[in-house]
């Protein structure tokens, strides 16, 4: 999923302005989570992932996943979105703290 609403490189629309910009996330993934774990009875995890891209000619995509979190660890959806955009962002490289997570 892209909780943003667009893929980082987008052949068609995007309203991002620079490469390296990330949109607000929109809540939908966390009422999806909600709405399986209600279904299945049990926590689902929600793994963040980022991309990173490089341009040397032709594009390169690193892929980078972090550790699961759940919806109870969070006492609202709003704390939840508002932590998974800073970790995918750390994870795609959009924030210093991506560099360190190189080696990981």
């Known amino acids: 999923m892209f909780p943003e609403g667009y893929p980082n490189i987008d052949p068609h629309y995007t309203p991002k302005t620079q490469p390296e910009e990330m949109l607000p996330f929109k809540h ?3 009422v999806i989570a909600a709405a399986a774990e209600k279904r ?6 929600i793994i963040p992932a980022g991309f990173h891209y490089t341009k040397h000619g032709w594009w390169t995509v690193r892929l980078r996943i972090g550790e699961a979190i759940y919806m109870e660890d969070f006492s609202s959806r709003q704390l939840l979105v508002a932590h998974l955009e800073r970790r995918v962002a750390e994870l795609s490289g959009s ?10």
Not at 40 to 45: K, S
């Open 28 to 30: 939908g993934f966390a």
């Open 40 to 45: 299945l009875g049990t926590r689902v995890p």
């Open 95 to 104: 924030v210093a703290a991506g560099s360190a997570l190189e080696g990981s």
